[in-house]
């Protein structure tokens, strides 16, 4: 089944521990991005990726990192997570940049920093 | 830059009873417009694009939604709702995947 997969679905932490949230799709998408979804702000992208090696910042990057070694993979690393890090993120891919291409979203991820 | 607006924030609507989502955008050139459906604990899901060409677009569920540049809007509308249709909805706009803004989402309720 086509599917992109998001590891752990719940987490809660305190400030300052680092944290990484997996991402994996088994379409052989070139394109992968990272969104955090908070109410009345709908959905805001961190950091996407268009290929292997190829990563660049969205609209909200700050406190993020993103490693994109394998087509299939693309972790989201929070090195020292903060309060204002509470959220739901969402990784999600498609074939290629374009606006006719369909993104697929993963589960999510709801994150709590304490 | 471009924007999108949900006017509404929750919507309540009886089973059986026609829907309307309403949508407004704001873009520099001819936009491509989105319709996503986010079920409780599942991530979003495609309804309908549009991009060029029909102004009515027919999505997956029995959704449509209809472009109208001239009130700048992209209203998604289903004539007759489904309780599992009970979810957050969101319209977002632009040009390719990392230029892509979503509105706030609007949380449709159904009732029996």
């Known amino acids: 089944e086509a599917q992109v997969t998001q590891n752990p679905r719940y987490l809660i932490t305190v400030t300052g521990k680092k944290l990484t949230v997996t991402c994996s799709q088994n379409m052989n998408h070139e394109y992968m991005s990272w969104y955090r979804q908070d109410p009345g702000l709908g959905l805001r992208q961190i950091y996407y990726s268009m290929n292997v090696e190829v990563t660049d910042k969205g609209d909200v990057p700050e406190g993020y990192k993103v490693s994109r070694k394998e087509k299939r993979n693309f972790p989201l690393i929070l090195e020292s997570p903060s309060p204002n890090q509470t959220s739901l993120y969402f990784c999600a891919s498609s074939t290629g940049q374009g606006a006719g291409d369909t993104q697929y979203f993963g589960p999510g991820t709801r994150l709590t920093v304490l | 830059a471009q924007s999108v607006t949900q006017p509404d924030i929750h919507i309540t609507v009886s089973e059986g009873a026609s829907l309307e989502l309403r949508c407004n955008y704001s873009?520099?050139?001819?936009?491509?417009l989105f319709w996503y459906v986010q079920s409780p604990g599942q991530g979003l899901q495609l309804l309908l694009k549009y991009f060029s060409g029909d102004t009515l677009v027919q999505g997956i569920k029995g959704f449509e939604a209809e472009f109208k540049r001239s009130q700048s809007s992209f209203n998604l509308r289903k004539p007759s709702v489904h309780w599992s249709d009970a979810a957050e909805y969101f319209c977002?706009?632009?040009?390719?995947?990392?230029?892509?803004?979503f509105g706030a989402g609007t949380r449709l309720t159904v009732k029996p």
């Open positions: 873009y520099g050139a001819t936009p491509y």
């Open positions: 977002a706009v632009g040009a390719n995947n990392n230029d892509m803004r």
